[in-house]
T-cell receptor, first 113, second 116 residues
């Protein structure tokens, strides 16, 4: 069964600290993996995309990694800011004519001053 | 701005009523996806349309239906509403899965439905 699991479910950190969010998937075939950021009450926005051949990709203070062998991805946030408080959703895509998306349930991050 | 437009932004109605949510995808996007997000829950896939035709179904109730029109906008119809239908409903669009297209999903800002 195609599944995407994220951990932890929620996380509280102090401003300025780093954190790492995890995503494990059992999706096959695999096309790509994206991390989305969803602010409360808003639509999700893509942060990074990882394809099969990519190991690491950065977007500012966000760095995503992908291990296609173990089917694991992580999202590392450096020097957290209050505006990083949001849900982070891991989404794995399959392609068969059109895209099919398998969503994780997200990690809710709260950054405290 | 993702380029995906959803209306209305907020909607309050009573149990048993029927509502229609509207979505205009990004210019050029042929696929439209509908998702439901209840309070503090993840996104639940409801249904996908591609170029006017239903392509995939998720956990969509029989009381709910959707369609995509020739101009590619889509509508989600929710009928016989229950308290538990209160949620954020998101529409997302993407290009078809052509080579070189990574299939990014672009989300609208959602329609918040409150059923009293």
């Amino acid at each position: 069964k195609n599944q995407v699991e994220q951990s932890p479910q929620s996380l509280i950190i102090l401003e300025g600290k780093n954190c790492t969010l995890q995503c494990n998937y059992t999706v096959s075939p695999f096309s790509n993996l994206r991390w989305y950021k969803q602010d409360t009450g808003r639509g999700p926005v893509s942060l990074t995309i990882m394809t099969f051949s990519e190991n690491t990709k950065s977007n500012g203070r966000y760095t995503a990694t992908l291990d296609a062998d173990t089917k694991q991805s992580s999202l590392h946030i450096t020097a957290s800011q209050l505006s990083d408080s949001a849900s982070y959703i891991c989404v794995v895509s399959q392609i068969s004519g059109t895209y099919k998306y398998i969503f994780g349930t997200g990690t809710r991050l709260k950054v405290l001053a | 701005d993702s380029g995906v437009t959803q209306t209305p932004k907020h909607l309050i109605t009573a149990t048993g009523q029927r509502v229609t949510l509207r979505c205009s995808p990004r210019s050029g996007d042929l696929s439209v996806y509908w998702y439901q997000q209840s309070l503090d829950q993840g996104l639940q896939f409801l249904i996908q349309y591609y170029n006017g035709e239903e392509r995939a179904k998720g956990n969509i109730l029989e009381r709910f239906s959707a369609q995509q029109f020739p101009d590619l906008h889509s509508e989600l119809n929710l009928s016989s509403l229950e308290l538990g239908d209160s949620a954020l409903y998101f529409c997302a669009s993407s290009l078809r899965g052509n080579t070189g297209n990574t299939g990014e999903l672009f989300f609208g800002e959602g329609s918040r439905l409150t059923v009293l």
